[in-house]
């Protein structure tokens, strides 16, 4: 049981539609010594794998193969071979060895406004004229996120538990320390056959934030009450009335760094990184240029 011969079916086809990308056709007749023969060696003799080039469009591969038995007779197999151009820069018929895939999106995120702009200016603290805070004032601001696709042999159960919630501890993508952070890392076990072969594998996706101002949080440096030589006490105001009496305050007031109160100047803006940090690039790498 063999192939005796094969030969290709005159009448290739090329279908190529303005902005898209062509996609060709080829059909093969292979003439059997008996109806018994597997389609396996069919396939083997003719020689056309997964991402074979087609032979007068270079950038074409083969990505679709079917095979019809009995045709026109039992001693007769149609092979139909179809040509597209493949996702990615470097396509590899082993799923292991394709290249990571990288998506990104942009949407304005919600945050706390704290600083405010003056003629384009260097950004100036968001008080009143008394130097107090508008308290829940919000404004938005960029957010990117990142989604990286990638193929591996297992599931990176340390490195999804090391890296979900940690921000950029070097410049990563452009952008300085604690402006990207590891949103999660999910994944999903596949089986693919190629060329005959199984093979087993992790789909795994890794979703990053970029935010404009950083994920350390900023906090305005305020308290109802001070310190006054170690002691904490209620921060206050003097009642008009008589310019003695000691009102507790009704609002936060502003405090130095030794936590005593602030008299002049508006309140500081404190920056607390509330996540760990760790090298992003080693773990994600960069995008294909």
């Known amino acids: 049981m063999a192939v005796v011969s094969y030969r290709e079916v005159v009448g290739r086809t090329l ?3 303005f902005g898209e990308s062509p996609s060709a056709e080829r059909k093969f007749v292979a003439t059997l010594d008996s109806p018994n023969t597997s389609t396996q060696e069919v396939i083997d003799t003719v020689g056309i794998g997964h991402l074979s080039s087609h032979p007068e469009y ?10 019809s038995e009995g045709s026109p007779s039992p001693f007769h197999v149609e092979l139909t071979y179809e040509y597209t151009v493949p996702d990615g820069d470097d396509p590899a ?6 290249p990571d895939i990288w998506s990104f999106s942009t949407s ?10 003056e003629n384009n200016a260097t950004p100036r603290v968001l008080v009143n004229s008394a130097n107090d805070f508008f308290e829940g004032a919000q404004t938005e601001e960029a957010e990117v996120r990142a989604t990286i696709q990638a193929n591996r042999s297992s599931f990176p159960l340390n490195l999804a538990v ?4 940690c921000v950029n501890s070097d410049a990563f993508l452009g952008a300085d320390p604690y402006h990207w952070k590891c949103a999660g890392i999910s994944a999903q076990q596949v089986r693919e056959i190629v060329d005959e072969t199984e093979i087993k594998y992790w789909q795994i996706t890794s979703e990053l934030v970029f935010r404009q101002s950083g994920w350390p949080l900023q906090l305005p ?16 105001v003097i009642d008009p009335e008589d310019d003695v009496t000691k009102i507790p305050c009704a609002s936060p007031v502003g405090l130095n760094e030794d936590g005593s109160i602030r008299e002049t100047g ?7 990184r509330v996540h760990k940090e760790i090298a992003f690039f080693p773990l994600f790498g960069n995008p294909p240029t």
């Not at 304005?108 to 702009?117: D, I, K, L, N, S």
């Not at 440096?221 to 206050?236: P, Q, T």
């Open 15 to 17: 279908s190529h539609s």
């Open 108 to 117: 304005g995120a919600a945050v706390p406004a704290y600083y405010y702009y």
């Open 93 to 98: 018929a082993n799923p292991l060895a394709r």
């Open 162 to 165: 090391q890296a979900t919630n």
């Open 221 to 236: 440096d305020v308290g109802y009450n001070y310190l006054d030589e170690g002691v904490k006490k209620r921060a206050y």
């Open 266 to 272: 508006t309140p500081r803006i404190l920056i607390r």
């Open 58 to 67: 270079g950038y074409l591969k083969m990505t679709t193969a079917s095979v």
